[in-house]
């Protein structure tokens, strides 16, 4: 290791075969215009792109490759086997463990973390006191803001953006496109589909999957083991239960709260302030008005409408295509048809 190393030392060194070897015996291959500050270590076999610059009290191990007009902050630390791409900047006290690679034009904010063998893209940007997991992955131009934190082996698509202050469990999955908010808190093994957007404060339980184009309003909670399908909107404070499932298009209003098990069939419509208890089915192109209760169990067969405002009871059927009024109140373990001439109950 070369110790408390300069420009002068550098200059003074012996050169063989296109590298530098101090009197230690280590081998540093340079670039011209290279600059480097005061106390920095400089393991073996490590190479220094042109125009590269090297701050005070950087740290840099055994066969680091560092790309032209690369600079480091001071006190930046790089693990053994870490390469820099052309261009790239990491800020003051950033730490890149072993083995881990980010391309060219990355820029890393002020006290970053990044664990072994991590892989960050092309264009990517890295606010300051972030930290990213062992073996994660960032794709080109993502975004991460401030105090981000990917706990574990995290896997972000192309353009994603996160905001200040959000965790990402491990084993989490983002695509292509996906906007998180600030303070977002994903558990482990989430998938979020490409496009999604989730909106600040939101909450996502362990292994559930977002669809694509979906948007998850301010404040909402969604349970463990949940499943919303494509173009699925929720609007503000929505709180599901664990095992949820929501097919295509399917649209809760601000403050809707569904139990654990419930499915909302595809292209159906829940009004702001509803409530549905456990094990409640709604099957395709179901409209609930706002302030509706539906008990434990209820099943709202395709088309069905409740007006705002209604309650029914648990263990309850209303069948295809019946449409009931604003404060309608429907007891437990009742059944609803149409007929021809009304409405029938058995």
């Known amino acids: 290791m070369i110790k408390n190393a300069n420009v002068l030392e550098m200059r003074s060194w012996k050169r063989e075969d296109g590298w530098y070897v101090s009197p230690a015996g280590d081998r540093v ?21 042109e125009g590269s610059i090297l701050g005070n009290w950087s740290n840099l191990g055994e066969g680091v490759i560092v790309d032209d007009e690369v600079k480091l902050g001071e006190g930046s630390n790089l693990g053994e086997g870490v390469v820099v791409g052309k261009g ?33 893209g092309k264009g990517s940007i890295l606010g300051k006191g972030s930290t990213l997991g062992n073996k994660s992955k960032l794709g080109r131009k993502v975004n991460l803001c401030d105090e981000v934190n990917l706990v574990g082996e995290v896997n972000l698509g192309e353009r994603v953006v996160v905001g200040k202050g ?14 998180l908010g600030k303070m977002v808190n994903l558990y482990d093994g989430v998938v979020l589909c490409d496009r999604v957007i989730i909106c600040d404060n939101v909450v996502v339980g362990r292994r559930s999957t977002i669809g694509e184009r979906s948007t998850i309003g301010e404040g909402s909670t969604i ?34 709260v569904l139990g654990d098990w419930v499915r909302v069939g595809e292209g159906s419509t829940i009004g702001e302030k509803s409530k549905l208890g456990k094990r409640v089915t709604l099957c395709n192109e179901v409209n609930v008005g706002d302030l509706s ?8 067969c395709a088309r069905v409408v409740v007006g705002r405002g209604s309650t029914i009871g648990k263990e309850s059927i209303l069948c295809e295509g019946l449409n009931l009024g604003d404060l309608s109140i429907i007891g437990e373990e009742v059944t609803l048809c149409k007929k021809s001439n009304g409405i029938q109950n058995s």
């Open 293 to 300: 209760n539906l008990g434990e169990g209820s099943i709202l």
């Open 88 to 120: 790239s900047v990491l800020g003051a006290w950033s730490t890149v463990d072993k083995g881990s690679t980010l391309f060219d034009g990355v820029v890393l904010g002020a006290r970053v973390v990044l664990g072994d063998n991590v892989v960050v």
């Open 166 to 179: 959000s965790t990402l469990g491990n084993k989490s999955k983002l695509g292509r496109g996906v906007k």
């Open 223 to 256: 349970g463990d083991w949940s499943i919303l399908h494509k173009e699925v909107i929720l609007r503000k404070e929505v709180i599901l239960g664990e095992m949820v499932k929501l097919y295509n298009r399917v649209i809760l209003g601000a403050k809707v």
């Open 29 to 49: 291959k340079l670039g011209e215009r290279v600059t480097i500050g005061e106390k920095v270590n400089v393991g073996d076999g490590v190479v220094l792109g």
